[in-house]
């Protein structure tokens, strides 16, 4: 158990509609970092937020947003689903603010569009 | 820009044989360079991590992993395999805001 935790583990939506995912990072950690892991792509850095400010971007459609919260979870939003972003996302967490310090992940969501 | 690629999809092993995961990376600068194992159904961990330090890195379960400039590579192996390596393994590199992992390679171990 990394000590990141993910919800909902499943989801099951609709194209066009729009969900949300959230992590809460390890006790600790101040980096929240957002994956994306589908058969067609592999796995995708998205995007990295530090203590509350977006610190990098990675391969982020402009239809998903993130944001962490002052207590340091994360939220990671999807809107207009298409087909294609069904996906298993990733988030993990790091003490430090740079994507090479040693990342930690959550089990993931398995987000099914259809 | 960085680029990472792993060489081979699939490896397939016997248990107790030694195991080779190939990578070669492509990057402007001195790059970190990771590897992380994904078991099914689970998110990734940490095998090992190189940054600029000895390029022989040990990491957890008997894995190691040596980098070697003039070749772009940074090679996973294991000297013998236990039925529970198998998994997809994935090599990374990574600057201070970006990263790139490699399209993974899924180590299957035979009895």
């Known amino acids: 158990d990394s000590g990141v935790t993910q919800t909902p583990k499943h989801l099951i939506t609709a194209t066009g509609q729009r969900v949300t995912l959230r992590c809460s990072p390890r006790s600790g950690d101040l980096s929240v970092y957002w994956y994306q892991q589908s058969l067609d792509q592999g796995l995708q850095f998205l995007i990295q937020y530090y203590n509350g400010e977006e610190r990098a971007k990675g391969n982020i459609l402009e239809r998903f947003s993130a944001q962490q919260f002052p207590d340091l979870h994360s939220e990671l939003n999807l809107s207009s689903l298409e087909l294609g972003d069904s996906a298993l996302y990733f988030c993990?967490?790091?003490?430090?603010?740079?994507?090479?310090?040693?990342?930690?992940f959550g089990p993931g969501t398995r987000l099914t569009v259809l | 820009a960085q680029s990472v690629t792993q060489l081979d999809s699939h490896v397939s092993v016997s248990e107790g044989t030694p195991v080779l995961l190939r990578c070669n990376y492509s990057s402007s600068y001195s790059p970190s360079l990771f590897w992380y194992v994904q078991h099914p159904n689970k998110g990734l961990q940490l095998l090992l991590k190189y940054t600029s330090a000895a390029t022989l890195v040990k990491g957890i379960n008997g894995f190691e992993a040596e980098f070697k400039k003039s070749e772009t590579s940074f090679h996973l192996t294991k000297p013998s395999a236990h039925m529970s390596d198998a998994a997809e393994y994935f090599c990374?590199?990574?600057?201070?805001?970006?990263?790139?992992f490699g399209a993974g390679t899924r180590l299957t171990v035979k009895p």
């Open positions: 993990a967490s790091s003490v430090g603010g740079f994507v090479d310090n040693e990342q930690f």
């Open positions: 990374v590199v990574s600057g201070a805001i970006d990263m790139r």
